[in-house]
């Protein structure tokens, strides 16, 4: 005991014996920063030079920054686009997180014939890509007439079964003792679910909320096929356009767009982000 306490004193008084041992694991984080930043940092740079500038691969900002914005922002409209990405996929956030919320809600609190069939097709689409409905959804949004429409980007995708089955799972690892005591208190299942549940589940909800605001916002497969108005486009479909600026291949506008486009999803992660890791580290002890 003596010894043990003896050589702790000794740790204790010689700090630099531990910290030291740390900077490997510091240059291998710093490593990793710059790797991970290096492809923004280039593309910030291109997106300031102009065609000449970048095949002579000047490493200092070049100056078309002004004449690319005008490009991107103006001629392409790339604002309009952001725009309608941003309508839509704040929609179907919103929409996945209620029906989400509803279907979790059934899945755990509900008891109904049939239950468990319909949760394990509920599970059965999740091995279903999306390319494998695309016909059908595409001859159900031609027959209503919801072509080059919000409700045609929006509807076929409102539904998520990830979303049930994360919300089931959350609601199991509950204590079932709060469905009783509503029940007591006589308290509706909406109730239930609007006064004890959702207040429970603020961390699920943000980290659901992040995943469906990143897939919609690179959703482009479904926006080709549906919507051929310009105006009602969306960015990553915009971001495609920008490819045949003047007589060729552009660098800088194209650049220039990338960065303005991955501004919102950014925005969305930094506002939920306590919530999105925490759960996830939620999940993670369950």
């Known amino acids: 005991m003596a010894e043990r306490e003896q050589s702790l004193s000794l740790n204790v008084g010689k700090p630099g014996l531990i910290k030291g041992r740390s900077w490997p694991i ?6 990793a920063m710059i790797i991970i930043l290096f492809p923004l940092a280039y593309a910030a740079l291109i997106s300031t030079q102009t065609n000449a500038e970048v095949f002579r691969f000047q490493l200092t900002p070049g100056t078309g920054l002004s004449d690319h914005f005008d490009q991107v922002w ?3 409209n790339i604002g309009r686009f952001m725009w309608n990405s941003v309508v839509q996929a704040v929609l179907i956030t919103v929409a996945k997180t209620v029906l989400s919320l509803l279907a979790g809600l059934a899945f755990v609190y509900f008891t109904f014939r049939g239950k468990w069939i319909v949760f394990f097709f509920v599970l059965i ?16 949004v031609s027959d209503l007439g919801w072509k080059d429409s919000m409700a045609g980007l929006v509807v076929p995708f409102a539904a998520s079964a990830t979303g049930a089955f994360l919300f089931r799972q959350h609601f199991a690892n509950l204590p079932r003792d709060l469905a009783e005591a509503s029940q007591i208190d006589g308290a509706t299942p ?31 497969l479904w926006p080709v096929l549906i919507v051929s108005d310009q105006d009602k486009q969306v960015v990553q479909v915009g971001l495609q356009g920008l490819q045949g600026i003047e007589t060729g291949l552009t660098f800088g506008p194209l650049m220039l767009a990338a960065l303005l486009v991955s501004i919102p999803p950014i925005l969305v992660f930094i506002a939920l982000q306590k919530p999105f890791m925490s759960g996830f580290a939620l999940g993670a002890d369950k």
């Open 125 to 140: 689409t999740l091995m279903m890509p999306t390319e494998v409905m695309i016909l059908a959804l595409f001859r159900f």
């Open 74 to 76: 103006n001629e392409r």
């Open 26 to 31: 510091h240059l291998a984080l710093c490593l």
């Open 190 to 220: 909406l109730q239930f679910l609007f006064r004890i549940l959702i207040p429970l589940s603020w961390n699920t909800i943000g980290a659901l909320a992040v995943i469906q605001f990143v897939f919609v916002w690179n959703m482009y």
